[in-house]
């Protein structure tokens, strides 16, 4: 299961995706986003599956690369289903026994939602397997610094978001390190109730705990030791610059935009 999670690796590469600048691809996914709420209708989310595909294979990133990360989320995605395909009312009841009643409506809601959290998790997970740690936090903080004027920590910000990505994966290596020690020991996560297997992740908790404020003490040491004291005055070797192919990102996110819009109004299915 620790190894499904794929949010926060970096998929080094020379697409067309990863030539984008970073500011450019946080606004589209940010766009993206606000594009799976706007489909209304299953042919809005089957096209923006078809662009999010294509995206993925233009970036030579394996659609089984971006599945693996959804199994951590399958609960979640599976609970949001279960509970708008019971709970919704409305249309023709397609099964009804005793108290459980399924309706059209639900059915249709519950696959909603169900596409809404698969296609928000791909997108995101395509952000950060084609734009790297520092790249990001240089997005970040260009993007937030106009708040600055409000006294907003910019630098700060984007600094600790690009951090938590970066330590994600590190994180989750050390946690399947730390499990299969505890395994060798004679431990088990697998079998009991769910009383029982809270309790046995205590053991996989505290030593992770222990370890993760140990990296954090040793970055801490490190960034001081090179000097480091915040944004104010800093400069960078590489300075961000839109090209050509961001202003093209862009005409191909409104058409996206348009395209999801013109199938809500056909109401195709």
Known sequence: MLKNITLGQYFPGNSLIHRLDPRTKLLATIALIAIVFVAQGFSGFLLLAGFVVACAASTGIHLKFLVRGLKPLMFIILF?????????????????????????????????????????????????????PIALTDGLETLFRPLQVIGFPAHEIAMMMSIALRFI????????????????????????????????????????FVGAFRRAEELALAMDARCYRGGKGRTRMKQLKF????????????????????????NLF
């Open 80 to 132: 949001t289903f279960i509970l708008n395909l019971f709970f919704q009312t409305g249309g023709t009841v397609l099964i009804s026994i005793w108290i459980i009643r399924i309706t059209s409506n639900g059915l249709r809601m519950a696959g909603f939602m169900a596409a809404r959290l698969i296609l928000l998790v791909l997108s995101s997970q395509l952000l950060t397997l084609t734009t790297s």
């Open 169 to 208: 994966p590190t994180l989750m290596d050390e946690a399947d390190k730390i499990m299969k020690a505890q395994k060798a020991r004679g431990a088990d996560f697998e079998t009991g109730g769910l009383i029982a297997r809270a309790k046995a992740m205590v053991p996989l908790l505290v030593p992770l």
């Open 243 to 266: 090209q050509g192919i961001d202003g093209l990102a862009a005409l191909v996110i409104a058409a996206l935009l348009a395209a999801v819009i013109l199938l809500n109004r056909l």
